[in-house]
C-alpha cells in the first residue's frame, strides 16, 4: 500500500528527493498523493526530481532583529509541479522572481529539508 | 421571465439584516454574539424567532456550530449548516438558502456568524493544521500566501506597493463615514508604506482588523419578503469556486476563483459588472481587492493596481468599493464575509447615512476564503 508522505520523507532521508510519475499520463505530482491530480491516475511511481527550478514568488518574513528575518518562495520545478520553499546561501532581500535555483536537502531541527539554492 | 440560469434568480429575498458588537465585545460568548445578531436580524424582518427553519452558521472555535446555534435558539432546524469555506461561507449560504427556498425545503433561512477574539484569545488549538508541506518553511499563516501572490502581481503586472497602500486609504476614508467602524483615525499612503513590514510586500496596515463582531441576515421567497416591514433586497445570483486549499497549489498566483464565481453569478442575474452600483470584496489583505476586481471584471486583468489609484475606490471616486471600511477598517474576527452582505443590503436599502451612495440599486457581495482558496459571490438587488 501506497503512503505517499512517508515513503517520500523516507527518500529524502537517504538524500533523494523524489517526485510521482504516473506511468499512463507521464504527469508528475508533487505533493505526493494516492493518485494523480483531476485524472486520477493510480499508477504513479516514484522518480528522481532533477532539481532544478524557478521561483514564482517570494516574501520575506520579517524579524525584530533583521537577521533572524527569512525568505519564503513557491518554486515552480522544472517537471512541472510547484512547492513552497526557502532559497539559501543568498541575502534575505536578493531572492527574485524568475531566479533559477537547484534544490538541497539539508538538516533542519534535526530533520531532512529540502531547500533550494542559486543555480 | 428569463430562463432560471441554474439559480432561482429573484426568487428570495434578504428581509433582515443586522450587526452587533463591532470593535469590542467583551464578556460574552461567539455564539451569545450570533444569537444577538439573529434576534436584530429576526426584528428588522418582522419575523418570529420559532418561524426560522434553517440555520446557517460558521462557528469561529466549535465544528458543530450549527448543532450549538440551533440548541441555543430552541430551534429544531428542517436544515443546519455549518460550512467550512472560510470567510466565504456566508456567500455560499445565500446561494444555498436560495436553493432551499426555492424548492419549498424551508421557509424562512438564518444566516448568522459571531467572534471576539480582540476580547477573548482564540483557543491554541484551532480547527485548522498547516500543510506538512509548507509548515517547515514558517510562513505567516495565512499572511505570507496572499503576500506571495502579492510579490507575483507586482512581478508581472508591474503593481507597485503605493496602489496596494490605496486599498488601505481607500477603505480608512469609507470607515470614517461609518459610525460603526471601528478604525477611523486618518491614513495616508505615507503611513502605509512607512509602517513596520511583515511579509513583504505587505505591511501592518496591508493587513486586515482582528477584532470583535457578529451579523446575521434573514432570507425568504420573494412572495412573502413583499410582507416585511423593510424593502426586500433580492437575490439575484450566486456562485462558488473553490481551487485549492494552500498557496502552493493555486493553480495560476494571479487568478482568483472569482473569475469563475463572478461570472458566474452575473449570468444568472442577468447582468454585468458594468450595472454594480456598490463592491463588496472580501479586503483580508490589500491585494485582494485588486484580485477580485480583476477577476470579477471591474477591470482588465492586471489592471487593478492601477484601477485603485488616485482614490478611485475612496469615497467620491469612480467605484464605490467597501463602503463600510471593509475588513482594513470597519470589522474583522476572522470570517468577514457576512459583513460584506449587510453592507449591501444598507445601501441598497438606501440605510447607509453619510456613506450612502445615491440611487444604489444593485450590489455585489464577494466573500473569500482560505488563502485565496474559496471564492463565492453574490449579486443583490433592491427590490
Redesign the interface.
Known sequence: MLQP?AEWRAHLAEGRFMLQRSRSTGGYVF?PRVAEPLTGAEDLEWVEASGRGTV???????KKDPADS?N???VDLAEGP?????VDDIGVDEVK??MAVSARIIA?RD?P?LVFVPA | MSAPRGFPSGKTAIVGAATFGIGKCPGISPVDMAARASLLALADAGIALSEVDAIYTSAPYEALGGLELAEYLGLTPKVTDCNRTGGSAFEVYVQQAALALEAGLIDCALIAYGANPASNPPPTVGMTRQS???A?????APL?SY???A??HM?VYGTTREQLAEVAVAARRWAQLNPEAAVRDPLTIADVLGA???????TVRDCCLYNDGAAAVVMVRADRARDCPRRPVKVLGGAHAVTHR????MPD?GVTGAAISGPAAFAQAGIGPGDIDVVMVYDAFTITPILFLEDLGFCPKGEGGRFVAGGAIAPGGRLAVNTNGGGLSCVHPGMYGLFLLVEAVRQLRGEAGERQVQGAELALAHGNGGVLSSEATVVLARG
Open positions: 508522505e505533493y514564482a514568488a517570494v516574501t520575506v518574513v520579517r527569512y519564503v518562495v513557491l510547484r512547492m513552497m520553499s526557502r522572481i524568475g533542519e530533520q529539508l | 506538512s508541506w509548507e517547515p518553511y514558517r510562513p505567516l505570507s503576500a506571495l501572490a510579490s507575483h512581478h513596520r513590514m511583515v511579509s513583504d510586500p505587505l494552500e498557496i502552493s497549489s498566483l
